[in-house]
């Protein structure tokens, strides 16, 4: 039975990390129809920065926050200088676009960091824990982190004007312009938000996943794979699917079929909700007008 | 005399290669009704797109004296040109609330908002009930209803309307051009309506311009183009 | 040169042709290796083409029916004793019918899920390889290894030389089929299920078996290129069939030239040599500069995605257009939609 709770409760700390992943995949894929392949490696890159900072002697937390910001920044220029140009372009060539971001990154990570694995500091260790040999204080802090960032994403999208001239840009570009809506920042603010909440998934997988240029290459499939259980065009669906595919994740590697074969899970997660309900558990059924 | 809110001369419009409008003169009176009537597919809605930039456009197009031709569409919204599309555009998966906060997204003036909000369920009763509703579940004519409330609510000067009585029942219709009347005698704001029941329109306007397959082919006060028999008979079907 | 009827068409082909033939004769034992290399990805690339140019689903996910066919061959001739030339075949088959197969959930997916699944596929192909279970045949994490085949009879040419002739020849042979399956009834089915799939069907094409057909087939195509990389390299093992691999051949299809059989050329001279350009460009940089090539490589995507949209063959094809007409029609600017204000992006209906 512990070992059952162990699972689970590792399973939930790394579903966090894969529902953040998820809503970033989202948050974009509703924007503008496409599934920005490269989030895995902005979030690595992003990990990287703030290790960087920290090896530099700044506090953990400083190194967070700086994170965040530096990566919000940089999404909104990545969308304005290299997807913006592609907008009207064929889907092949943005999905080019993006291999060639995601391959930038990981070289620039390489050659920036070096290619060996670093262990990467979670800020909960070393604190008193009462958990008892269920979860380690990180993986709880993981969790916490986890509900702060979408308890304040969702408050951003429903309770702020910005968020409602974002969520209108999405859903129907022409009407807001006719509000007088800047639709080309709300993308790029779009993809600066996505690039913010993916570092912080990047630094809350490192201390488990530890730091390596490779790292978030499982993490993304295991994102996508929750986007499309939950329903790639619902912010709360790919958070569900998020969680449930860590945890499912965890449970069927640690009794089923061994861990090694995780991936191919997260595969069949994928080829079978598509097959068998496109749209995910909370999506919206699409019906083609012929 | 003061001059016109909204003047246009040789407007041409493009839908990718194949070109809409030919040279389009018209003008809309300061504080004035113009009505844009015509045979269906004759660049009515057209015109209307060109003037907000959602499709290729040349030629001279003058906003209280100032080209606007040049500016993407947010831009000529902000300037104070509302635009209610055809099919209304409402955002169907927001709330009628959202879908009103929309409208005043690029105001500054929180109070003054706040009291347009009021007037609006005022004028449209049948939105307050509905605020929390989802857009989408909504009827024809209530959208229609938020669609013209949302355009009012970014305190425009000039209000363009694409075939507002579009698919409506004769009741909603009447509600509708009522509060139009009420909204440009009260408040001063002009109005563009493009529409294909052209009687309903001519007794609202003051002008009209008759267009047909992408050129102006007669203008004037309406109840000259009202009094054209052979007008009436050949364009406007009665 | 998709258009090969035309008289500049035949002649651009005939050259290469002579060139292929000539070069193992003429050129050093590594570099016959690498144009072996190249024809084995123009062959993966063809296939390639014929799903996602032609048919218009996007594979993401080619490495893994690569590396069926690799490790089909490789298990045939290590653990079975099978000769080559009947491993290969074998091996294709069984590819054949893997695509095949996968084509059927990847009916009920569109674009982007298709590039989605694929992908995971692509990411998940590794870790099948090397699952444990399957150690007996594979080799587990170690892979297997093989020689390398000789000439025949005797012939006097080296290993490397007719390694380089037999891909060639399947290669030949293979863009022969591609040429007449494109060019006949079948292509143009293809082509219409990939623009208007609605209208295709309520014309009586049976989108849903040309699809999954058309999957089998470029699965195919990839296994026979994945056994003649078995033969090339003369070992297999799970990491050389990782996402990198996928990703690049959908650079190689892109980049030659979508819809065009010639680009498949181009494409696998562009994902052979490119990566080696970039790391010469790197070497004054130091030993850490390892990782720089990426990085070139990837903005090099990107540059030719915004220059050439159309890929190599697309710009040959304008180039082409260019010199031979005298009064040029109005161009679309690659593959951009020119009518972009028309046509915001994200219109609503």
């Known amino acids: 039975m512990g070992e059952f709770l162990h699972q689970l409760a590792s399973g939930l700390a790394l579903g966090g990390v894969y529902a953040i992943m998820a809503l970033a995949l989202v948050m974009i894929y509703q924007a503008t129809h496409l599934i920005n392949f490269a989030q895995g490696e902005m979030a690595m890159f992003s990990t990287y920065f703030a290790w960087k900072l920290m090896d530099l002697g700044e506090p953990y937390w400083f190194a967070f926050f700086a994170t965040i910001v530096a990566s919000f920044i940089c999404g909104v220029v990545i969308e304005r200088l290299v997807v913006r140009p592609f907008a009207n372009a064929p889907i092949l060539a943005s999905v080019i676009v993006f291999i060639g971001l995601s391959l930038i990154f990981n070289s620039l990570a390489g050659w920036l960091y070096g290619f060996s694995v670093t262990s990467f500091d979670s800020p909960f260790n070393g604190r008193p824990w009462f958990g008892a040999g269920y979860m380690s204080a990180h993986e709880a802090g993981a969790i916490v982190v986890t509900l702060c960032v979408l308890a304040l994403v969702y408050a951003f999208f429903r309770l702020t004007p910005l968020g409602l001239a974002m969520r209108a840009a999405a859903q129907n570009p022409v009407s807001s312009r006719l509000v007088g809506i800047r639709v080309g920042w709300m993308l790029a603010i779009g993809w600066g938000l996505a690039a913010a909440i993916g570092s912080v998934a990047g630094m809350m997988a490192a201390p488990i996943v530890y730091l390596d240029p490779n790292m978030m290459g499982g993490v993304l499939l295991y994102a996508f794979a929750g986007a499309v259980l939950g329903g790639i065009d619902n912010p709360f669906g790919a958070v569900f699917g998020g969680v449930a595919v860590g945890v499912l994740g965890n449970l069927i590697g640690a009794y089923l079929v061994g861990d090694e074969v995780k991936l191919s899970v997260a595969l069949a997660i994928i080829i079978a909700v598509l097959v068998w309900r496109p749209s995910g558990l909370f999506g919206r059924r699409l019906v083609a007008r012929v | 005399m003061s001059p016109p809110i909204l003047e246009t001369k040789g407007l041409e419009a493009w839908y990718g290669p194949a070109r809409a409008l030919h040279g389009v003169d018209f003008e809309v009176e300061d504080g004035g009704v113009t009505a844009v009537l015509g045979a269906n597919g004759a660049g009515k809605t057209t015109i209307l797109r060109a003037l907000s930039g959602l499709i290729r456009r040349t030629g001279d197009i003058r906003f209280r004296g100032r080209p606007i031709g040049a500016l993407a569409t947010e831009d000529v919204a902000r300037l104070g040109i509302a635009h209610v599309p055809d099919g209304r555009g409402t955002f169907v998966d927001l709330t009628v609330e959202e879908n009103l906060r929309l409208g005043a997204y690029v105001r500054a003036d929180r109070q003054s908002v706040r009291a347009d909000f009021d007037r609006m369920f005022g004028l449209f009763p049948r939105l307050a009930e509905r605020r929390r509703q989802q857009a989408g579940t909504l009827s024809g004519g209530e959208q229609q209803m938020l669609a013209i409330a949302r355009a009012l609510l970014m305190r425009p000067s000039l209000l363009m309307l694409d075939e507002p009585s579009f698919g409506l029942a004769p009741l909603v219709v009447a509600e509708i051009f009522r509060a139009l009347g009420e909204i440009n005698r009260d408040e001063g704001v002009s109005l563009l309506i493009v529409e294909q029941n052209a009687s309903l329109a001519l007794d609202l306007a003051d002008r009209a311009v008759l267009i047909e397959t992408g050129r102006v082919a007669l203008s004037g006060p309406s109840q000259m183009i009202r009094a054209d028999d052979a007008v009436r008979r050949a364009y406007l079907g009665y | ?349």
């Open chain 3, 1 to 349: 040169m998709a258009d090969a009827d035309s008289a500049p068409g035949v002649l651009v082909a005939i050259a290469v042709g002579v060139f292929a033939l000539a070069f193992p004769f003429a050129a050093s034992g590594y570099h016959i290796y690498q144009g072996a290399q190249v024809l084995i990805l123009a062959i993966a690339l063809l296939g390639l083409n014929l799903l996602t140019g032609f048919n218009g689903q996007i594979s993401l996910g080619h490495g893994a029916f690569f590396a069926i066919g690799s490790y089909g061959a490789a298990i045939l001739m290590v653990k079975f004793g099978l000769p080559y030339w009947a491993a290969i075949p074998l091996a294709s088959v069984v590819c054949f019918i893997a695509g095949f197969l996968f084509g059927f959930p990847a009916l009920r997916f569109g674009g982007l899920y298709l590039a989605l699944a694929t992908f995971a596929l692509a990411v998940a192909t590794p870790q099948i390889l090397s699952y444990k279970g399957f150690d007996a045949l594979t080799g587990g994490s170690q892979g297997l290894t093989l020689a390398k085949p000789r000439a025949p009879f005797g012939i006097g040419l080296t290993a490397d030389q007719w390694l380089y002739l037999v891909c060639l020849a399947c290669a030949a042979a293979l863009y022969w089929a591609a040429l007449n399956l494109v060019r006949g009834r079948v292509g143009r089915a293809l082509v219409a299920i990939r623009d208007q799939p609605i209208a295709a069907e309520t014309m009586g094409i049976n989108a849903a078996l040309y699809k999954t057909t058309c999957f089998g087939v470029s699965a195919l195509y990839a296994g026979v290129a994945g056994g003649l990389s078995t033969l090339a390299v003369g070992f297999v093992s799970p990491e050389s069939f990782g996402l990198a691999l996928s990703l690049a051949f959908l650079v190689g299809i892109v980049v030659g030239g979508l819809a065009s059989l010639g680009g498949a050329l181009f494409g696998a001279l562009f994902i052979e040599f490119v990566p080696n350009l970039a790391d010469q460009l790197t070497v004054s940089f130091g030993e850490g500069a390892k990782a720089l090539p990426g990085a070139i490589y990837g903005a090099l995507l990107i540059l030719v995605m915004a220059a050439m949209p159309t890929g190599v063959a697309g710009a040959a094809r304008a180039a082409a257009r260019a010199l031979t007409s005298s009064r040029q029609p109005k161009v679309e600017k690659g593959g951009v939609n020119v009518a972009a204000k028309y046509e915001r992006k994200g219109e609503a209906p």
